[in-house]
C-alpha cells in the first residue's frame, strides 16, 4: 500500500517561515492536499492539488510538489498556525485514500 | 452554509455492531462523493471509505474491509456507515467529509463534520 512520511514535528519562530514535508514514492504524479487539525477540531483543507489555496485560507500558505516530495510551507508564522498538519493522496493502483503520518507544528 | 452532522457514537462490545449516520444540508448532496474518515485517540488520520455521488462505487480501507459497509440515501440527504464485527482497534472519532467532486479520485475532503466518538469495549 502507499505510505506518506511526514516529520512528528516542525517548530518556528514567530513571524519566520515553516516548511512541512511528505515524501511518497513518485509522489509528484500525484495531486497532494493538506489539512490542518487544531486541537479538538474537525480537519479543514488549507492547501489542494499540490498549489491550490481554499477561500479564506491566508495566501501565507503555500505547496509544492515534485519528485519524491510534497511540501506545505507557510511564512510569518502566527501562533494560530499550532496544529497538527496531515498530507493526503489517492492512490489510483488501489482507489484508496492516503492520509501522511501527521506532523504537529509549534509556534515558539 | 455547508453542515455535515453525524450521529450520537457511543459504546458498544467487541463483536457487536454500530450504525453512524450523517445528515448534510447546505449543498446538493446528490452531487458530491462522500466519505468516512477515523482518528483514534492521540492518533494520526485514517480514511475508512468512501461512496460515488450516486452510491453505485464504494472502496474501504483494508482494515475495515468486508466488516463495515458505507452507504446513502440521497433522498434524505444522509450519508451512513454501517460497521459490524467490532474490534478494540475500531475505537475513534469518526468523521463524515464531503469530496469536492461527484466521483471518487482526485478531489480534497473539503468539508467535515464535527466527528462522533465510537468507543469498543467490553
Known amino acids: 500500500s502507499y505510505v506518506l512520511t511526514q516529520p512528528p514535528s516542525v517548530s518556528v519562530a514567530p513571524g519566520k517561515t515553516a516548511s512541512i514535508t511528505c515524501g511518497g514514492d513518485?509522489?509528484?504524479?500525484?495531486?497532494v492536499h493538506w489539512y490542518q487539525q487544531k486541537p479538538g477540531q474537525a480537519p479543514m483543507v488549507v492547501v489542494y492539488d499540490d498549489t491550490g489555496r481554499p477561500s479564506g485560507i491566508p495566501e501565507r500558505f503555500s505547496g509544492s510538489n515534485s519528485g519524491n516530495t510534497a511540501t506545505l510551507t507557510f511564512s510569518r508564522a502566527e501562533a494560530g498556525d499550532e496544529a497538527d498538519y496531515y498530507c493526503q493522496v489517492w492512490d489510483s493502483s488501489s482507489n484508496h485514500y492516503v492520509f501522511g503520518t501527521g506532523t504537529k507544528v509549534t509556534v515558539l | 452554509q455547508v453542515q455535515l452532522v453525524e450521529s450520537q457514537g457511543g459504546v458498544v462490545q467487541p463483536g457487536k455492531s454500530l450504525r453512524l449516520s450523517c445528515v448534510a444540508s447546505g449543498f446538493t448532496f446528490s452531487s458530491y462523493a462522500m466519505h468516512w474518515v477515523r482518528q483514534a485517540p492521540g492518533k494520526g488520520l485514517e480514511w475508512v471509505a468512501v461512496?460515488?455521488?450516486?452510491?453505485?462505487?464504494?472502496d474501504y480501507a483494508e482494515s475495515v474491509q468486508g466488516r463495515f459497509t458505507i452507504s446513502r440515501d440521497n433522498s434524505k440527504n444522509t450519508l451512513f456507515l454501517e460497521m459490524r464485527s467490532l474490534r478494540p482497534d475500531d475505537t475513534a472519532i469518526y468523521y463524515c467529509a464531503r469530496d469536492d467532486r461527484s466521483y471518487i479520485g482526485l478531489g480534497p475532503m473539503t468539508h467535515w463534520g464535527q466527528g462522533t466518538l465510537v468507543t469498543v469495549s467490553s
Open positions: 513518485n509522489i509528484g504524479t500525484k495531486s
Open positions: 461512496i460515488s455521488h450516486e452510491g453505485g462505487i464504494k
